[in-house]
């Protein structure tokens, strides 16, 4: 069963942003923490679970901050699956609070991020990557997702105009969004062509930054957030599958084509209805795969799509259909800050939903879609999730 009942997404922190840090992953994971105590105002006795997802903890363990941080928790997760964990992370303190074995679950995502980390952990991202990729001449990421986005350049004629439009609406939204490493910098279609090439079709602009920073929120019942006055937003449905669609020769869809249907029907709403998308956008080849697999266009069709949408927060783009989509500018002008990257578009989602998102506020907002993606052994992103949230009744 993907449909949930009375539970509440509640203070949303997004934390300490920057591209080089000598702190440790924990100093993130932990601000983050500090935040959500303050600006809930409870009490940090009141929170019995945790979910910490981090890809730079190194021997440090979800249970080792338990002690850090002077917690006592009857509930505990480690979730550690990069653009999908902040969506696992409230699947499964969701059916915790249904159940009734947390009252409150704090669900976190930190890392840091030394000067050359990226490096080292995209070369000891897992075994099998180590032994079957890099050992041929592998490029990290961006090799991978290159293959990706020329593959479907010469399927379905996409070109990086296309690209561009969701590169360029993105840094519109982070313009308004403060937190945003690259929000002081406007982005135009000639810079955007003009950027330096990575790999193959791949260029500069089309790559996330890596970073420090940290998400959260907290999950608890409806009944409970109303008790304490707190806005949340709500979980209608949710979903996940991994590794689909495996025998494909390379990727140009994932887990969401075999769940989304169930996910509109279960919550009585269809694409049309979003109000906004939130993807995970490691390249915008990801997030065109994402709005084709959600049921904003056919497979193939992203390119007219993006071309015809106004992907703006505020709507103020010329392009007649109107979808603001990655609100806060998403991970290609946030940067990514690791496995926090799972939780960006959660905690940007229930900003939205809780009128708390500021500058870039989508006005008259009642619900949206958040999806996630990621983990990559060889050639392609191993994981799916999505999820349709509501915002909360007063």
Known sequence: MSSYQGVALVSPISFGYQKQSPRSAAFFIGSVLRELITTSAIDKAEIDGLAVSSFSLGVDSSIALVEHFGLEVRWLEQINVGGVSGLLALRRAARAIEAGDAGIIACIGGDTAHHRGFEATAANFSSFSIDGAFPYGAGGPNAAFSLITANYMKRYGATREDFARICLDQRYNANHYPMALLGHKPLTLDAYLGARPIAGPVHLFDCVMPCAGGEGFLVMSTERARALQLPYAEL?????????????????????????DDLYQQSGFGPEDMQFLQTYDDYPMISMMQMEDLGFC?????????????????????????????????????????????????????RQLTDRAGSNQILNVHRGLVSGYGMVNYDRGLCSAAAILSRGQS
């Not at 209608?236 to 887990?255: F, I, M, W």
């Not at 007649?320 to 578009?345: E, I, V």
């Open 236 to 260: 209608r449905v949710a979903d996940e599958l991994h590794n689909a669609h495996r025998k494909d020769p390379v990727q140009d869809r994932s887990g969401w084509t075999t769940y989304i």
């Open 298 to 350: 056919r497979k193939g069709e992203g390119p007219a799509f993006v071309q015809r949408t106004d992907m703006r927060f505020d709507g103020s783009g010329s392009a007649p259909g109107k979808l603001p989509h990655n609100t806060s500018g998403g991970q290609l002008s946030c940067g990514q800050a690791g496995s926090a990257a799972g939780y960006l578009g959660l905690t940007e989602s229930i």
